[in-house]
């Protein structure tokens, strides 16, 4: 029983490369979240997709990051000419369909991959 | 105002106390609310979900939410130090993203 995968668990990039974070949800899971976590704050939201579907971007940056969740394949977050702002864990989360859920919404989490630009 | 806000600790109790957390949050149509524990460089993990008003009882844990305050706690009963660590409050307002809160860390004390 696979959980949610998140590969790579650390990635360094220079200022100005890109950055590539890809999650597996877990079987039988349809919708992915993915949130943004700088050091000592808490989680914060930045999109929510289904597949081949962004359901809700409201808080993705307006510019360098993108989302897909293709219909074969693991989700990516894509981030353009990385900053030292950027650097953070990012995590990213599963959930069943509606209709399959216990409660709305439990959400199941990755190991996250932490992003650190040099 | 921020949408889920936690008291900013840290919070240490000692071995064996009962450790209180809260949580309030200011959108009135939130459903679901879920209490996350997330150790140093490791991922969230989900210990208690409510969503019905009143208290919900898991083990040590118990969850207690008040719809009408808009407060939701988590309760340690007997703390270890096994359960230090940061527990993040989240609310569910619609299908999909939880808002979190900031965190509250936890030192229990042998």
């Known amino acids: 029983n696979a959980g949610v995968m998140q590969n790579p668990r650390h990635l360094v990039r220079r200022r100005g490369q890109e950055a590539r974070l890809r999650c597996s949800p877990m079987?039988?899971?349809?919708?992915v979240y993915w949130y943004r976590q700088l050091p000592e704050e808490g989680l914060k939201f930045m999109v929510y997709?289904?597949?081949?579907?962004?359901?809700?971007e409201s808080g993705m940056p307006k510019e360098r990051f993108s989302a897909e969740f293709p219909k074969e394949g693991p989700s990516i977050l894509r981030i353009q000419q990385v900053v030292r702002g950027d650097s953070a864990a990012y995590f990213c989360?599963?959930?069943?369909?509606?209709?399959?859920?216990?409660?709305?919404?439990?959400?199941?989490f990755g190991q996250g991959t932490r992003l650190t630009v040099v | 105002q921020k949408e889920v806000e936690q008291n900013s600790g840290p919070l240490s109790v000692p071995e064996g106390a009962i450790a209180s957390l809260n949580c309030t949050y200011s959108?009135?149509?939130?459903?679901?609310f879920f209490w996350y524990r997330q150790y140093s460089g490791k991922s969230p993990e989900l210990i208690m979900f409510?969503?019905?008003?009143g208290d919900k009882e898991d083990g040590r844990f118990t969850a207690q939410l008040n719809k009408a305050s808009q407060y939701v706690s988590l309760l340690i009963r007997d703390s270890q130090p096994s359960d230090s660590a940061t527990y993040l409050c989240?609310?569910?307002?619609?299908?999909?993203?939880?808002?979190f809160g900031d965190g509250t860390t936890l030192t229990v004390k042998p």
């Open positions: 997709l289904q597949k081949e579907n962004i359901i809700d």
């Open positions: 079987k039988g899971h349809s919708h």
């Open positions: 989240a609310v569910n307002t619609n299908a999909g993203k939880s808002t």
């Open positions: 959108d009135r149509g939130s459903q679901s």
């Open positions: 989360a599963s959930s069943p369909p509606a209709g399959a859920r216990l409660v709305n919404t439990e959400a199941f």
């Open positions: 409510i969503y019905s008003n």
